[in-house]
């Protein structure tokens, strides 16, 4: 897909990767994977974008910096769409994003396995400990700070944390 | 108070609702409310974590509402918006399921209102998300995943509370009373779910039989030949629909058009 890109197109790209997310600041808008398609339009330039969860507040938030980035850099008519299908995945989530989510202390999210299932009392993912790497954690509660986050405590360095659910 | 009914009441007829655009809006009140419903935990939580759990499941499901009648609106046109369909239409015009518009009661109560309602959304959403509508689709499949998780949640806590202390099951037995009067009707479809909806009357035995699983482990009984309210659905609600619209209105009635 790289090859394929023009300059206009990398510069695009380029700027995106400068915008992050209001609520995990750590990461680029282009690291959570929600930037699916850039279109340069006879008019406009028309950037796609698919939202994280249904209800994140932070779209609203995201689509305006989006917008400002390209504003500061020149752009004129910018067109910001959402859409929801394919439904976003943690899987989409660039690996360079996993480092950085980790490097804050959020443990990023694991590679998609049960946890959407409807099973009940499920045992809990193994989730590793972003500060001492122990993989002896618990979860303390499967919702957290933001709609994308889950509550676990390390039974090593007894540090609770943030983890960044399979989605 | 003359003012105040001029201000809000729009002197031009509403636009035409088809079936169409009757479903949508069917599928984003139910979100709504239970949603709203939900929010009013914010802060009065039995504890802090399950305060945040209730609280991000208000959150979803009104994300759920916002793509509804974004979608809503484009079908309806003119000057309709999200937040026209949200805080200027009135009792009668909503068609949420009356069980999304029960108190919370206290928490065995919002409990099986969850459970009840995630049990039938995820059903319904499983077959929405191939439904020949892409927009409708998309929605559905989006939402799939974290309606999965209100349901695993909500039904863990039915089995807690049912399979708990004396005091946790009598409550759920009373939450039982309260609501189950009110279960059927997700499962009876209007004329327009009928017309261009999933068939809910389909849904209604993989519905019976998850309750019946999580009863059964919560050592509750499933109530047999209980007589089902009905009416939510084409816009006659129970008396606390006009309550939550008050408070949830409020400020675009009184101040229209305000923003923030």
Same mark, same amino acid.
């Given at each position: ?5 023009? /300059? ?29 398609? /850039?279109? /340069? ?11 994280? &969860? ?51 202390? /959020? ?44 509550? &676990? ?15 | *108070? ?17 079936? @169409? =655009? ?17 929010? =009013? ?130 409550? *759920? ?11 059927? =009707? ?41 007589? *089902? ?23 675009? @009635? ?7």
């Amino acid at each position: 897909m790289v090859t394929t890109l023009t /300059i206009e197109e990398k510069k695009l790209w380029h700027i995106l990767e400068q915008v992050t997310d209001p609520e995990v600041p750590v990461l680029t808008i282009t690291d959570l994977g929600i930037v699916r398609e /850039i279109k /340069i339009n006879d008019d406009n330039t028309e950037i796609i974008i698919t939202p994280t &969860y249904t209800g994140c507040p932070a779209m609203d938030m995201i689509s305006m910096n989006i917008r400002l980035a390209l504003i500061e850099a020149g752009y004129k008519n910018v067109l910001i769409t959402t859409v929801l299908s394919p439904a976003w995945t943690t899987d989409w989530m660039s690996e360079e994003g996993k480092r950085k989510l980790k490097e804050y202390g /959020i443990a990023p999210p694991n590679p998609k396995q049960q946890v959407c299932s409807d099973k009940l009392f499920a045992a809990d993912e193994a989730v590793q400990c972003p500060h001492c790497n122990s993989w002896h954690t618990h979860r303390i509660s499967e919702f957290g700070s933001t709609a994308c986050k889950a509550l &676990y405590q390390c039974d090593d360095c007894k540090e609770p944390f943030d983890y960044f659910k399979c989605h | *108070m003359q003012n105040f009914f001029n201000s809000t009441t729009s002197s031009k007829v509403p636009p035409q609702e088809g079936f @169409r =655009e009757a479903y949508t809006l069917h599928l984003g009140d139910n979100a709504l409310i239970l949603g709203q419903r939900n929010a =009013e935990w914010c802060g009065h939580g039995p504890v802090l974590e399950q305060d945040i759990a209730i609280t991000n499941i208000s959150l979803d499901l009104i994300g759920q509402a916002r793509n509804f009648y974004q979608y809503a609106a484009q079908l309806l046109g003119d000057d309709t918006t999200e937040d026209s369909l949200a805080y200027l239409r009135k009792e009668r015009e909503f068609k949420n399921c009356l069980v999304t518009e029960q108190p919370n009661g206290d928490w065995a109560q919002t409990i099986l209102r969850q459970f009840l309602f995630s049990n039938y959304q995820y059903l319904l959403y499983q077959q929405l998300q191939n439904h020949k509508d892409e927009q409708l689709a998309a929605i559905a499949a989006k939402a799939l995943k974290e309606v999965a998780y209100h349901l695993r949640w909500s039904s863990e806590w039915v089995i807690r509370l049912g399979d708990g202390t004396e005091e946790s099951h009598k409550r *759920m037995l009373k939450a039982i009373d309260e609501l189950w009067r009110y279960s059927g =009707e997700l499962f009876i479809p209007a004329e327009y779910e009928k017309e261009v909806g999933i068939d809910v009357s389909l849904l209604k035995n993989d519905a019976d039989n998850k309750i019946s699983a999580v009863f059964e482990e919560a050592s509750l009984a499933v109530p047999q030949n209980v007589f *089902m309210q009905t009416g939510g659905k084409e816009g006659k609600h129970t008396e606390h629909l006009g309550y939550i619209l008050t408070e949830l209105q409020y400020i675009q @009635r009184t101040y229209p058009g305000a923003e923030w």
